[in-house]
């Protein structure tokens, strides 16, 4: 079974930063396609930024030029690196992890952001 936790949410000023930490377990993770999801009250869940087992990075576009998607195979751990935070960016971030075997979510982290 596999399981992503994640961490590095918390409450931080417009212009500030954070990084999202999501570590997976359960799962050979280098085959695995990573993701950020976030979902804001009211709205539905939407994609941030995705990296593919080959590190190819694709983006939303309310977050080109301020988010960075990363990896590092050998502690399992996906992260999301977050500049330049606007208050749009207030919701619950999700990791998920997409392989052949299917694909599974994590328990989510709060980021608020405070104008």
């Known amino acids: 079974q596999v399981q992503l936790v994640e961490s590095g949410g918390g409450l931080v000023q417009a212009g500030g930063s954070l990084r999202l930490s999501c570590v997976a377990s359960?799962?050979?993770?280098?085959?695995?396609?990573m993701g950020w999801y976030r979902q804001a009250p009211g709205k539905q869940r939407e994609l941030v930024a995705a990296i593919t087992a080959g590190s190819t990075r694709n983006y939303a576009d309310s977050v080109k030029g301020r988010f960075t998607i990363s990896r590092d195979n050998a502690k399992n751990t996906v992260y999301l690196q977050m500049n330049s935070l606007k208050p749009e960016d207030t919701a619950v971030y999700y990791c998920?992890?997409?392989?052949?075997?299917?694909?599974?979510w994590g328990q989510g982290t709060q980021v608020t952001v405070s104008s």
């Open positions: 998920n992890a997409f392989g052949r075997w299917g694909a599974s």
């Open positions: 359960g799962t050979i993770f280098s085959d695995n396609t």
